[in-house]
């Protein structure tokens, strides 16, 4: 695995097939961090009024055709759902030629995208997530067979740019997606559950949510800058015979670890249906 924080080419031209939230998302992160430019951007949308509010929201240029879009880019970027990828890209085909692909659909393969593009076109399979918005992205990256290891390391850089971007054989995207592409929805769930149980105790819900993100913030924070073992840190809060041991006790009865384990094997599961 590798993670880099090289710069992207100020001249690169990016077209982003979709302009949904996962596409805003990367393009809203490209421009807070100074990555790209709006004008070397385009966006692709099929939905006027989105188109609108793209434009409105990144002064972007937005095409309904996205063989406007990708006429001339550097890389494209298709962020459509795995249950389209096929005939969009099928579309757009003949408008690209020597531009890097990446695709951000689930369980779709780098094999699979390049039959359907010219022979020789580089494809690089990625996996980001939603705080991408936020410079927070957790991407997985794998290269298709006609990727070179400059494009690798310029979808890597590109987003590095919003957050960190680590490259992963194409066997470890499933599961590594079923953790950081799903995982934002999960660490949701937990932060909406904690924040209900303190409202139950008593707490204002506003304050109950605060502790709850706040506390998961610096958690994460903390085993990040630090490199210490989850383990390690349950260790150092537990203290024999306290508050957080007798709660800890109730996890574990209610099965939290299993439950986490059968849904990222359910995620994995589902990715591998998405790409048949």
């Known amino acids: 695995m590798a993670d880099t924080m090289s710069a992207v080419p100020s001249d690169t031209t990016l077209a982003v097939i979709g302009g949904g939230k996962m596409g805003e998302a990367i393009v809203a992160g490209l421009l807070a961090s100074g990555a790209l430019s709006a004008d070397r951007i385009r966006i692709a949308e099929p939905n006027e009024a989105r188109r609108d509010v793209l434009t409105a929201a990144y002064g972007i240029a937005c095409h309904r055709d996205g063989s406007d879009a990708v006429a001339g880019a550097d890389v494209v970027l298709m962020a459509v759902k795995p249950q389209v990828m096929d005939g969009v890209l099928g ?16 369980g779709i393969t780098c094999a699979r995208l390049e039959s359907l593009l010219p022979a020789g076109v580089a494809v690089v399979r990625v996996m980001p997530n939603t705080p991408a ?19 690798v390391a310029l979808v890597v850089a590109l987003f590095s740019s919003v957050g960190r971007a680590i490259v992963v054989s194409e066997a470890q995207q499933d599961a590594g997606s079923a953790i950081s592409g799903s995982g934002p929805a999960y660490f949701a769930l937990v932060i909406d559950a ?83």
């Open 194 to 276: 904690l924040a209900r149980a303190g409202v139950a105790q008593g707490l204002p819900r506003e304050v109950a949510q605060e502790l709850a993100v706040q506390t998961m913030r610096g958690t994460a924070v903390m085993l990040a800058e630090t490199g210490m073992h989850p383990g390690e840190l349950i260790d150092g809060v537990s203290s024999p015979g306290g508050t957080t041991i007798a709660a800890l006790d109730r996890l574990e009865a209610g099965g939290v670890r299993a439950a986490f384990s059968d849904a990222v094997a359910a995620a994995v599961r589902r990715s591998a249906e998405l790409g048949a």
């Open 91 to 106: 579309t757009l085909a003949p408008s690209i030629d020597s531009a890097t692909v990446i695709s951000i659909a689930a």
């Open 133 to 151: 918005l936020v410079g927070e992205c957790m991407a997985l990256v794998s290269g298709g067979s006609a990727a070179s290891a400059a494009q």
